[in-house]
């Protein structure tokens, strides 16, 4: 802190040090400036953002389909799999396309979805209870947060 100083002796103490004169808060009364090595500055804060982009993750949503007339074994081949999307910290879109009378039978489609999430022991959470879209039933699904 060296208090408040004309712009052009701020500016000689800046060149006597070979540092830079930053402008911190431009609009403030008066203005608020920094002494220091402005390239020095850049480059560290390039550092710290691609650390920041590095340590980002990204969540992707994976897809299993089901149908109305999916058998037991299948459903635990299917569960299997969602599990290892959800372990991976993927969200997980469950769908049934449904096709000519089942489409009268929505209601079979969300007990299917209804007995595919009680399969999953508790290991996943319901972003998105099953609900009929069109010809679709879609159902959303994210990890437990530990």
């Known amino acids: 802190m060296i208090g408040i100083k004309p712009i052009a002796e701020a500016q000689r103490m800046a060149y006597d040090q070979d540092l830079d004169l930053v402008k911190i808060s431009p609009n403030a009364n008066p203005p608020v400036c920094k002494i220091m090595d402005y390239s020095k500055f850049k480059y560290e804060q390039a550092k710290k ?10 969540v992707e949503i994976k897809e299993i389909r089901l149908s109305m007339t999916i ?3 299948d459903i635990a ?7 290892k999307f ?7 879109k469950v769908s049934i396309r449904m096709k000519g009378r089942e489409n009268s039978r929505a ?5 299917v979805m209804e007995s595919f ?17 069109g010809r679709h039933i879609i159902m ?3 990890p437990v947060k530990a």
Not at 86 to 92: D, I, R, T
Not at 118 to 130: F, I, R, S, T, W
Request: charge should be positive.
């Open 49 to 58: 953002d691609k650390e920041n982009r590095r340590n980002q993750t990204v």
């Open 71 to 73: 058998d037991v074994g």
């Open 77 to 83: 081949v299917k569960t299997k799999q969602c599990l």
């Open 86 to 92: 959800l372990e991976a910290g993927n969200k997980v």
């Open 107 to 111: 209601y079979q489609g969300v007990k």
């Open 117 to 133: 999430f009680e399969g999953l022991e508790g290991k996943a959470v319901m972003d998105k209870k099953p609900t009929t879209e």
């Open 140 to 142: 959303m699904l994210s």
